[in-house]
């Protein structure tokens, strides 16, 4: 499995320690809370994703979604989020944010902005 290209400069990232590459090659999709963030962890096509976990159409847990072809499926509104981009195209919905990915040692990492924040309990999703 590739992890996905960086959009940020990967040295002004904290990169922090998601799932194993064996839980996505279980289960395709994940959902994770890290670094104060809801995040879903998705492999499709032999690369692995990582995106907000919330839907910005109508809030709907992505991880209870489907993943195909480098796409993300709203389980709510069935409309489908490029993993690459975040767009829907022809959807006039706030592209999801991208966070770029790296696997090492059999885990992967999600590179996340920023200074890294203190361990929290999950706030309700």
Known sequence: ?????????????????????????????????????????????????????????????????RCSGGRLMCPRHLAWFDLKTGNVPGWDVRSLRIFPTRVSDARVFVGLPGVPKAPRPPEPF
Request: charged fraction near 25%; aromatic fraction near 4%; include cysteine.
């Open 1 to 65: 499995m590739t992890a996905s290209p960086p959009a940020h400069d990967p040295d002004a990232l904290h990169w922090v320690e998601a799932c194993t590459v064996e839980a996505l090659e279980r289960r395709s999709l994940i959902g994770v809370f890290i670094g104060g963030e809801h995040l879903v962890v998705a492999q499709s096509d032999g690369a692995i994703h990582a995106a907000e976990r919330k839907c910005p159409h109508e809030s709907a847990d992505l991880a209870k979604g």
